[in-house]
Each structure stands twice: as structure tokens, then as C-alpha cells.
């Protein structure tokens, strides 16, 4: 077929074009393949364009229809109800451009409803007059990244949790507990309560500084449970606990949560392994003339700690692990308490 002068340019100049955008398809400007095919429409005696064409709009096609699939994977079952509904509504299959522009307003919905939920959250903590001024200012997209901070920063405070939270100095509190619950049948209270390692007493310091602020407004009751040699005391504040388990002088050691086991589990621990117990003998000393005498004392080897948690757990008996009551007895007093 011969074209005039000017229409040969034009064609050559589209052929080149429409080549280019085959080639590098998806990678073309957006719009440019429905603007391909528009003119390549006007040429539709011309062999070369209109395979050119039907390439291109066959690409177009499979690149749309596997971003709508992507579109409709990423939805979740009332979504995919909610476009199905559409879909019918409209009397059938849907292009990708009325799916995305769908799709769009039902995550915005969406994004909207969990936005609403989030700063249900926020007004345990500000006031009123901070609320309209985030309404006024923020944008839905200031407000969920807003929403993705605090539920970083605040997720043990103003955010609601399955259990209460009982934070111990260690892990080897952590699991004498636990196995405490489990000898003496007192499973089901302690499954009330997520047990976390604090890391040590000034771990539990650094959480009650921190929490502090929001002891009103907690939806769970946090305990935090320090050793007999801390001497913290007892104290509440909202919702927190702070609470020293007893000491019991009669037992030998003196420090840790191991003395709450009697001399008889100690010294049999002692007897399998002597690097379990750190021995100080009785001694005496003169002090501005006075002489005074101390006691003998002992202590669980530090490097050994583990270990002896280990051989305990495994072989202590339900008698042995008795003086856990008073932790217990001290969780069902917070768990009942209003």
C-alpha cells in the first residue's frame, strides 16, 4: 500500500513506536499503550501495524488481568464479596482501571474504619481538645503512620492484651515459677498472667518509671515482682503491683528467689554438684570495740545459677517448691482484686 509523504512519516514514526513499546512493555509510560493502540486503530488496512497492535493489546491484556489478580490476592473475603457484588451489578467482567479505582475505596474504607478504632485507643490518654485538633489537622495517612508509632511505643500501655503481666528479675524466676504452678495445681491462675524477664531489679525500676503514666488507663494488671533481698516493699499505683516476695528467714539462702526452697532440696542439690553453693563460713569481727558474730552464709554460685535452675526443675518434688504459695497467694489477691 503507498501512503502520501506525510502519512508515510506518521506510519513509520508509529511502527517505531509501537515496536518499542512491545519490546519494553511493561516498562512504557502509563497511558501510552492506550494511545498506541488508538492510533494504530486508524491504520487498520496496514498488515505490519495491526499485528503490531494485536501484540500489544495481548500484552495488555495479561498485564492487566494479572495486576487485577494481584489487586484481588491482596483483598481480603469481604472485600473479594464486595467486588463480586460489583462485578454483578455492572453485569459482568470489569476492566482493571474500575477494579483499581474499587478496590482503592474499599481499602480507604478500610484504612478509615481501623483509623477510627486506633484513636478510640488515643482518647484513654488525651483529652478531648487534643482529639479535634487531630481531626482537624491530621490526614488519614498522618493517622495510621501516627497509629503505627504508638502502637510500637505504647503496646504495654494503651493497648489491650489477653492476660495480666507478671514481670520477674529473671528467667530462672520465671521457669521456678512455672514448674511451681505445675506441682502445686496452680496452672489455671498463673495462665492468667504472661510471665516476663524484667532483667533484673532495675529492669523492673526502668518499667515502672516508664509505665507509670498510664497505671489509669491499662487494660490489664501489671505486676512487677521483685526478689526477697530488694526490700521494695509493696505499693500499687492504677493498675501496677509492685510486690517483694517474702522473705523466709529460716530457709539458708537469703538471696534470689531460691529462698524459697528449704535446707533439705539445697544441701541435695549440693551433694550432686558442690559448685551449686557458694559457702561463707561463720566468722567473727571486732567493730569499734564490740565484737559481733556472723552467721554463716550461703549463696547460689553465679556462673551455676543456670544450673541449678535445671537440676531443680527436674527433680524437685511438690513439697520442695510449698513456699511458692506465697506467690501465689499473692497473684489470686491482684487477679480477684476490682
Not at 75 to 89: A, H, Q, T, V
Not at 195 to 220: C, H, M, N, P, T
Request: glycine share 6%; net charge positive.
Amino acid at each position: 500500500m503507498k501512503f502520501p509523504l506525510s502519512a508515510k512519516a506518521r506510519r513509520d514514526k508509529l511502527i517505531k513506536r509501537l515496536n518499542h513499546a512491545v519490546l519494553n512493555f511493561p516498562r512504557v509510560p502509563v497511558g501510552e499503550p492506550s494511545k498506541l493502540l488508538y492510533e494504530a486503530s486508524q491504520f487498520h488496512e496496514d498488515e505490519e501495524i495491526k499485528v503490531l497492535r494485536e501484540t500489544l493489546l495481548k500484552k495488555s491484556i495479561e498485564y492487566d488481568d494479572q495486576l487485577s489478580q494481584k489487586i484481588l490476592n491482596a483483598l481480603d473475603s469481604e472485600g473479594l464479596s464486595e467486588i463480586e457484588n460489583f462485578r454483578k451489578e455492572l453485569g459482568g467482567k470489569i476492566s482493571f482501571s474500575t477494579l483499581w479505582a474499587k478496590a482503592t475505596m474499599i481499602t480507604l474504607n478500610r484504612l478509615s474504619e481501623y483509623a477510627e478504632e486506633e484513636m478510640k485507643s488515643w482518647r484513654k490518654v488525651f483529652p478531648d481538645s487534643v482529639m479535634k485538633e487531630i481531626r482537624k489537622r491530621m490526614a488519614l495517612t498522618e493517622i495510621l503512620k501516627a497509629a503505627m508509632h504508638f502502637r510500637e511505643k505504647y503496646k504495654e500501655t494503651i493497648y489491650e492484651k489477653g492476660a495480666h503481666q507478671l514481670f520477674v528479675e529473671g528467667e530462672t524466676d520465671k521457669r521456678y515459677i512455672e514448674k511451681a504452678a505445675e506441682l502445686l495445681g496452680k496452672k489455671e491462675l498463673l495462665d492468667k498472667f504472661e510471665i516476663i524477664d524484667a532483667g533484673g531489679s532495675g529492669g523492673l525500676k526502668k518499667l515502672y518509671q516508664g509505665q507509670k503514666q498510664f497505671a489509669e488507663v491499662l487494660r490489664w494488671k501489671m505486676v512487677l515482682l521483685y526478689d526477697c533481698d530488694t526490700e521494695r516493699g509493696t505499693a500499687k499505683k492504677g493498675k501496677i503491683y509492685v510486690r517483694t516476695i517474702t522473705r523466709v528467714a529460716s530457709n539458708p539462702i537469703q538471696k534470689g528467689i531460691e529462698n524459697l526452697f528449704e535446707r533439705a532440696l539445697i544441701e541435695r542439690a549440693k551433694a550432686i554438684k558442690p559448685a551449686f553453693i557458694d559457702i561463707t563460713l561463720a566468722t567473727s569481727k571486732t567493730e569499734r570495740g564490740q565484737q559481733k558474730n556472723l552467721p554463716e552464709i550461703w549463696e547460689v554460685n553465679k556462673v551455676e545459677k543456670d544450673n541449678l535452675c535445671n537440676w531443680i526443675v527436674q527433680n524437685g518434688t511438690k513439697e520442695d517448691f510449698e513456699k511458692f504459695d506465697l506467690v501465689f497467694n499473692m497473684l489470686t489477691e491482684i487477679n480477684n482484686a476490682s
